[in-house]
């Protein structure tokens, strides 16, 4: 539910040109944030950004869904908002190359991974003056997998509004066939938050393994130490 599997030639134009079109706006937005990283900052920012991939390249069979793990949240709260959205786009691009997805999904998968992924840190930076960092990975982790997850079922309810043809894909059918007679709530939602759920985990495994051995690279909250920003980081990813 964090990616859209929907090959090339299936959703209607004016829905992939404008997601193409808001993405590059946002790639070029957030350039101008990172302008000023250093070759630490880069080399850190590839490095998480090829651990996404990594993740992202094996898809989860869920029923008539394969749900690809992201580490979104983490990454999201490591780099912040600008790095996070120039990760999401470079990772989205490289899975079309290998076949998950049509090269005309790459804005909109860029737009529902990288606003989930970029909605972490802002929330984690509530959640870290309440408690312990690694929960507040772990929840914020959930908050934008969850964003993510509205907004795939958004694209796909818009698209078949607009062309209803969209439904023909096998994506596309299963979801709505799903959607429909309340199945929301009796099968995906239980699943969707079982797959919510397992991706905390993670970011919660992850986080408690930081905080002990690179407290440095959370952000401060009510575990400790302030954070320090990592060497080179563009002025965006203290924010």
Same mark, same amino acid.
């Given at each position: 539910?964090?990616?859209?599997?929907?090959?090339?030639?299936?959703?209607?134009?004016?829905?992939?040109?404008?997601?193409?079109?808001?993405?590059?706006?946002?790639?070029?937005?957030?350039?101008?944030?990172?302008?000023?990283?250093?070759?630490?900052?880069?080399?850190?920012?590839?490095?998480?950004?090829?651990?996404?991939?990594?993740?992202?390249?094996?898809?989860?069979?869920?029923?008539?869904?394969?749900?690809?793990?992201?580490?979104?949240?983490?990454?999201?709260?490591?780099?912040?908002?600008? %790095?996070?959205?120039?990760?999401?786009?470079?990772?989205?691009?490289?899975?079309?190359?290998?076949?998950?997805?049509?090269?005309?999904?790459?804005?909109?998968?860029?737009?529902?991974?990288?606003?989930?992924?970029?909605?972490?840190?802002?929330?984690?930076?509530?959640?870290?003056?309440?408690?312990?960092?690694?929960?507040?990975?772990?929840?914020?982790?959930?908050?934008?997998?969850?964003?993510?997850?509205?907004?795939?079922?958004?694209?796909?309810?818009? %698209?078949?509004?607009?062309?209803?043809?969209?439904?023909?894909?096998?994506?596309?059918?299963?979801?709505?066939?799903?959607?429909?007679?309340?199945?929301?709530?009796?099968?995906?939602?239980?699943?969707?938050?079982?797959?919510?759920?397992?991706?905390?985990?993670?970011?919660?495994?992850?986080?408690?393994?930081?905080?002990?051995?690179?407290?440095?690279?959370?952000?401060?909250?009510?575990?400790?130490?302030?954070?320090?920003?990592?060497?080179?980081?563009?002025?965006?990813?203290?924010?």
């Amino acid at each position: 539910m964090s990616h859209l599997h929907i090959p090339d030639g299936v959703l209607p134009p004016l829905v992939w040109i404008a997601g193409l079109l808001l993405a590059l706006a946002g790639v070029l937005v957030s350039a101008a944030f990172t302008r000023g990283a250093g070759p630490q900052r880069i080399a850190f920012q590839s490095a998480l950004g090829g651990l996404m991939l990594a993740v992202m390249a094996i898809p989860v069979p869920i029923t008539a869904f394969d749900y690809c793990m992201t580490l979104a949240g983490p990454v999201g709260i490591l780099l912040g908002p600008a %790095s996070t959205f120039q990760v999401s786009f470079v990772v989205t691009v490289i899975l079309a190359l290998m076949g998950q997805g049509g090269f005309t999904v790459i804005g909109l998968n860029t737009l529902v991974l990288g606003l989930g992924a970029m909605s972490a840190r802002p929330v984690y930076g509530v959640l870290a003056r309440r408690m312990k960092r690694p929960h507040a990975v772990a929840l914020s982790t959930a908050f934008s997998q969850l964003l993510s997850s509205a907004l795939w079922i958004a694209v796909l309810a818009a %698209s078949v509004k607009l062309s209803p043809a969209t439904a023909a894909d096998e994506e596309v059918h299963h979801t709505l066939r799903w959607l429909q007679g309340g199945a929301l709530v009796a099968l995906l939602a239980p699943l969707l938050l079982v797959a919510v759920a397992v991706e905390s985990l993670l970011a919660l495994g992850l986080a408690h393994f930081l905080d002990r051995v690179r407290p440095d690279l959370l952000p401060g909250g009510a575990s400790g130490a302030s954070g320090a920003a990592v060497p080179g980081e563009a002025p965006e990813a203290r924010s």
